[in-house]
T-cell receptor, first 117, second 111 residues
Framework: DAGITQSPRHKVTETGTPVTLRCHQT?????MYWYRQDPGHGLRLIHY???????DKGEVSDGYSVSRSKTEDFLLTLESATSSQTSVYFC????????????????FGPGTRLTVL | QKEVEQNSGPLSVPEGAIASLNCTYS??????FFWYRQYSGKSPELIMS????GDKEDGRFTAQLNKASQYVSLLIRDSQPSDSATYLC???????????FGQGTRLTINP
């Protein structure tokens, strides 16, 4: 257990409304990630963060923004939700293991199921 | 060509047999390789990581890496019904912080 929580765990919203998902970690990990998972597409990276106020885009970042004002919290915002953003969203952290890089292995939170009607 | 490719399955294996899951990747300078297991409705959980050519064993699981062939596999010995899940292969390139995931292989162990 890497001490990751996500909130809310389930959300139903309407097209055009703003939505914010929260990822919270308790172990001071530097790197945090947001993924979405859809049938036929696997896990796709939306945005990631390598420190407070340091973020970068992933492969499917259009329509999403992120913020990290504290080490422990990484927020994902859908400014105006669309039906194509219906998905399961996972947050992940990475920590150093015995691998070749400084922060190598990723661990996932429990996920948020978002439905946009 | 996708960066990380897996056969989506489903792969059906009888209980007690060896399940073999395969993954190929396109980036020749990839350094780190991971296998995750994901039960339906749950989050991915790490099973194995491997960084060097050859085999790495952990209990009933063996990861195999062949960088020349750009191929990584996961063997599950003495398969149990509780091994039924989707298995995700993930690859990290040299100098990159991001992981690239395959689509996953759905494995079913038949009692």
């Amino acid at each position: 257990d890497a001490g990751i929580t996500q909130s809310p765990r389930h959300k139903v919203t309407e097209t055009g409304t703003p939505v914010t998902l929260r990822c919270h970690q308790t172990e001071n990990h530097r790197y945090m990630y947001w993924y979405r998972q859809d049938p036929g597409h696997g896990l796709r990276l939306i945005h990631y963060s390598y420190g407070v106020k340091d973020t970068d885009k992933g492969e499917v970042s259009d329509g999403y923004s992120v913020s990290r004002s504290k080490t422990e919290d990484f927020l994902l915002t859908l400014e105006s939700a669309t039906s194509s953003q219906t998905s399961v969203y996972f947050c992940a952290i990475s920590e150093r293991t015995s691998g070749p890089s400084l922060a190598d292995t990723q661990y996932f939170g429990p996920g948020t199921r978002l439905t946009v009607l | 060509q996708k960066e990380v490719e897996q056969n989506s399955g489903p792969l059906s294996v009888p209980e007690g047999a060896i399940a073999s899951l395969n993954c190929t990747y396109s980036d020749r300078v990839s350094q780190s390789f991971f296998w995750y297991r994901q039960y339906s409705g749950k989050s991915p959980e790490l099973i194995m990581s491997i960084y060097s050519n050859g085999d790495k064993e952990d209990g009933r699981f063996t990861a195999q890496l062949n960088k020349a062939s750009q191929y990584v596999s996961l063997l599950i010995r003495d398969s149990q019904p509780s091994d039924s899940a989707t298995y995700l292969c993930a690859v990290r390139g040299q100098g990159a912080q991001k992981l690239v995931f395959g689509q996953g292989t759905r494995l079913t162990i038949n009692p």
